[in-house]
């Protein structure tokens, strides 16, 4: 499995950016997709999840600005982000599983900054 994340880049506070995490090799629909970020400090933290069938998840500190979806058929999760604070300065990493493992995108950075 292959993850390929894109769509970071530098956002004012307030704007929105929208994250996209493209799956190829042995895909599974099936499986959860998550999206994750380190900060400028280290620190890791899990954002958002999706099922197969589309429920969803959130980390309290995106709750109600953050949007978790996902299209089976092009295999893609997205993540998009609106009302963006400096606090959302992060690497975000794509994250799924397969046959037990884990996998993960190469990262895009989102910045946001005035």
């Known amino acids: 499995v292959q993850l390929q994340a894109s769509g970071g880049g530098l956002v004012q506070p307030g704007g929105s950016l929208r994250l996209s995490c493209a799956a190829s090799g042995s895909v599974d629909s099936g499986k959860v997709m998550r999206w994750f970020r380190q900060t400028p400090e280290k620190q890791f933290e899990f954002v958002a999840s999706i099922t197969g069938g589309g429920q969803t998840n959130y980390a309290d500190s995106v709750k109600g600005r953050f949007t978790i979806s996902r299209d089976n058929t092009k295999n893609t999760a997205y993540l998009q982000m609106n009302s963006l604070k400096p606090d959302d300065t992060a690497l975000y990493y794509c994250?799924?599983?397969?046959?037990?493992?884990?996998?993960w995108g190469q990262g895009t950075q989102v910045t946001v900054s005035s």
């Open positions: 994250n799924t599983d397969h046959l037990g493992s884990p996998y």
